[in-house]
C-alpha cells in the first residue's frame, strides 16, 4: 500500500494527514495520539473509523494539525482519517456515511456585528 494523503477540516481546525499500513500507531505534530490528545474520549472520537470497520492497528497515521481547539482537532482528524480509508477502500464509504464520518460538518462560528455585544447579543438596556 503507498502513501495516502488526504485532509479534514472542523470549525478553523484543518487536519492533513498521511496514511499507510502498519501497527496502528497514530503521531500527531510528532507526537503520539495519547500525549496530544490526553483525555480518552478525543481519542475514541480519533479512533472511531478504525473501531467501526474493524480496522484498528492495521494502519499508521501521521498528522499535521493547526488552529481551532482540541475538539475540533479531533474531528477534524477523523473526517480525513474517513476520507482515506475510502480512498483506500470504496465499498466502506456507505458503512462511513451511516454514521456520519464521511460528511464534514459546516458550522462555523458566527462574525461579531457593530453595535452588538456578540454576534447577536445586544448590549444590555436599563432605564434608571
Known sequence: MEVINTSGRRK????????????????????????????????????????????????????????????????????????????ENADIKATLRKEGFVTRDPRMVERKKFGKRKARRSFQFSKR
Open 12 to 87: 478553523t481546525s484543518v487536519a492533513r494527514i498521511y496514511m499507510t499500513a502498519g501497527q496502528g500507531n497514530i503521531t500527531i505534530n510528532g507526537k503520539d495520539i495519547k500525549a496530544y490528545f490526553p483525555n480518552e474520549v478525543l481519542q475514541t472520537i480519533v479512533n472511531q473509523p478504525f473501531q467501526t470497520l474493524d480496522l484498528i492497528g492495521k494502519y499508521d497515521v501521521t498528522a499535521n494539525l493547526k488552529g481551532g481547539g482540541v475538539s475540533g482537532q479531533a474531528e477534524a482528524l477523523r473526517l480525513a482519517i474517513s476520507k482515506a480509508l475510502v480512498v
